[in-house]
């Protein structure tokens, strides 16, 4: 009996590994919709994001089937899940490449996840556009993996700025969330204020996020003398760390990164956060066109004011079937290089992929200002 | 420096204690260590900011939301751990249906609430008291003293009242308890309850300090807490609020000494030292049974 059933099993084992063959073997029908996968975490603790960006890229991909699509195709997108976890990137990686239909991926989230991901894609020609990792190793894992977002030095270089010229402060303390992306990106930061004389490194702390006390760090900065402090992390490391900073030393600068542009950083900072700087290549209250057009339909499936990355998941999709219209066909390689030699005119601004598949952005300074972002032009003009 | 960090430590071991209360109680009672007890501090917090959301009020909104947490508590024991007992199942398996408690708890409030972080009401007007040079804020007195409050009622519930002493009772032996009259599954019930409303006046004055509130904010300061409770002795309520203490303080002095990024390790090497030496913990007696 026993002998019979084994039997059974492997027989079984042997057909369902025979009929994966078979489907991963299946060709694009060519007549169907044009498929792009989203692959954000959905569920856990980071979903608020997936779902703005899968809402972002779904708006774009609204517009295009609006105007007949592209190459006379519909386009529709496969949402899956990564809870923001490596295992689970990995292994829809492999999904999304044994679907033929699947052109591109716009994900993942984070930096570390998105690099777990990536030498799959790149192996099986799979084009890769993260609109949120800014690792700066990231881009560099292959030719198929691109990157939507500023790479975290040249974000660095507009603070350098905001710090010297707008401020001219001098000490400045580092407090970076304990990621493999907040220890690289504070690295970074450190390496820029040692590079320049006139900077002054006073103190580099890093803080688990998910632990909300901050005093620690604190009591350190301010022992150190720090007058601005860069935050190396979303808005909720900032709004928290700028609240309890101010009830110590309510003169002190908080500098943020451009992910901490987010409504809720204000919702959750209140007064804390007023004063707040940072550089920006969205800004959802431009007089742009196409921006006010993208965050009317934003908030009114959303509720809130879409974030800079949101409006990058947008401009991804919008570059991405720009390509497909400009290449003519679904050819893996020729659409590769078509998406890295046109220029996008997006609402993140002029979007093009240099040679290691890095967007340059350009760059606005944000203040927060009575509990609004507004433009911000240096000390002299406020 | 240093004193100001130590005072940050007591203030932060004050937030692990309040919590770890809960762990002790539980554990005291039923000899299961609870690993929902997080997502259950996580609950209270929603559970007040959804009434006050609804115009309740503040006063009336905590109240409301403290007892919706104790009947959570109640629920858990009821649906999950009622049955299991019913079975005569090991102990593990208790253990281990705690923690798919909370992940259940933790992802139904991201599906009600959203996973992203929200602000939480004032609940105090937070004024900055200095001592010898360092300071010292209101709400850090207040979390101090409530948690003190908390501790002594609790203390005065299981050893000062007849449902105190059955519940001892029950500790010592659930089945001759039963014998002797005593309703066990009611008790351990009421157990449960006073867990999740211990749980849900933590939240309450954590979230009203740092302003703040999470589906898993009770994740990380959970598993802290119960390296404070195993500290102290787990199953001894003032060896929760000592070790709670201890673990701040480390923390803090971590902080001041090797930089902020080694102090989340602090809490889990001092839970392994205190483990390998003196496996009862702080206040806990080997052999003898406690509450």
């Given amino acids: 009996m026993r002998k019979i059933l084994s039997v059974l099993l492997i027989t079984v084992v042997i057909v369902s590994l025979l009929g994966g063959c078979s489907s991963s073997n299946k060709k694009d029908s060519g007549n169907g919709p044009i498929k792009i996968a989203v692959a954000f975490p959905m569920t856990g603790d980071n979903a608020e994001y997936g779902k703005s960006f899968l809402l972002a890229a779904q708006i774009k991909v609204d517009e295009w089937n609006a105007n007949g699509g592209v190459l006379g195709r519909n386009i529709e997108l496969v949402n899956y899940d990564d809870k923001n976890s490596g295992e689970e990137a990995a292994s829809i990686a492999q999904k999304i490449v044994s679907n033929p239909e699947i052109i591109g991926v716009l994900g993942h989230f984070s930096s570390g996840v998105s690099m777990v991901a990536a030498p799959t894609y790149e192996e099986n020609k799979v084009i890769e556009i993260s609109n949120t990792a800014s690792h700066p190793d990231y881009s560099s894992i292959g030719k198929y993996i691109f990157r939507n977002n500023s790479v975290i030095s040249s974000e660095f270089k507009v603070i350098e700025d905001i710090i010297t010229n707008d401020l001219s402060l001098t000490k400045v303390g580092i407090v970076a969330i304990k990621t493999d992306w907040g220890t690289t990106a504070g690295a970074i930061a450190a390496d820029m204020i040692k590079n320049n004389p006139g900077l002054e490194l006073v103190a580099q702390e890093e803080v688990l996020e998910g632990s909300d006390d901050y005093s620690l760090a604190i009591a350190k900065l301010q022992e150190a003398g720090a007058e601005v402090v860069i935050s190396v992390g979303m808005y909720s490391l900032i709004a928290p760390l700028a609240k309890q900073y101010k009830a110590v030393d309510p003169d002190i600068q908080v500098i943020g990164l451009s992910n901490a542009y987010a409504q809720q950083l204000i919702e959750l900072g209140g007064e804390a956060v007023e004063g707040i700087i940072f550089p920006v290549s969205f800004y959802a209250d431009s007089d742009e066109e196409a921006v006010k057009q993208f965050v009317t339909a934003y908030v009114e499936e959303f509720g809130s004011e879409p974030s800079a990355l949101a409006a990058q998941a947008y401009d991804s999709i919008g570059i991405l079937l720009e390509a497909v219209k400009q290449n003519g066909s679904l050819d893996k390689e020729t659409l590769r290089d078509t998406l890295n030699s046109i220029t996008y005119q997006g609402i993140t601004g002029e979007t093009k992929f240099d040679e290691i598949g890095d967007a340059t952005k350009e760059y606005t300074k944000l203040i927060v200002k009575d509990g609004k972002f507004v433009r911000y032009n240096g000390k002299a003009a406020q | ?291």
Avoid: C
């Avoid at chain 2, 207040?142 to 948690?147: A, D, E, L, R």
């Avoid at chain 2, 390998?276 to 702080?282: E, F, H, K």
């Fill in chain 2, 1 to 291: 420096m240093i004193l100001q960090q130590i005072f940050n430590g007591l203030s932060l071991g004050m937030a692990y204690a309040l919590i770890a209360v809960g762990y002790s109680l539980v554990f005291g009672i039923l000899r299961l260590v609870n690993f929902s007890h997080g997502a259950v501090y996580a609950f209270g917090a929603h559970a007040v900011i959804f009434f006050i959301g609804y115009h309740f009020g503040l006063i009336p909104a905590i109240l409301l939301g403290v007892l919706l947490t104790g009947a959570l508590g109640v629920l858990i024991d009821r649906v999950a751990l009622y049955p299991l007992r019913k079975k005569k199942s090991p102990g593990i398996s208790s253990l281990i249906t705690t923690i798919g408690i909370s992940y259940i708890i933790q992802n139904l409030l991201m599906m009600g609430f959203g996973s992203e972080k929200k602000p939480f009401p004032k609940l105090f007007d937070n004024r900055i008291v200095h001592i010898l040079g360092a300071r010292i804020s209101t709400m850090q007195i207040i979390m101090f003293v409530t948690s003190v409050i908390l501790l002594a009622i609790l203390t005065f519930l299981i050893k000062g009242t007849k449902i105190g002493l059955a519940m001892r009772a029950v500790e010592q032996n659930e089945k001759n308890a039963g014998l002797m009259g005593i309703n066990t599954n009611f008790i351990i019930a009421f157990t449960f309850f006073l867990g999740g409303i211990s749980a849900a006046i933590a939240s309450v004055l954590i979230s009203g300090y740092y302003e703040i509130l999470y589906p898993t904010m009770g994740f990380m300061v959970g598993l802290k807490a119960f390296a404070a409770a195993v500290l102290g002795g787990i199953g001894v309520l003032h060896g929760a609020i000592v070790g709670g203490l201890v673990i701040g303080v480390s923390e803090g002095l971590a902080a001041t000494w090797f930089g902020s990024q080694y102090r989340d390790s602090v809490a889990f090497i001092i839970l392994i030292i205190v483990l390998i030496v003196r496996p009862a913990g702080l206040f806990g007696r080997k052999g003898i049974e406690k509450v």
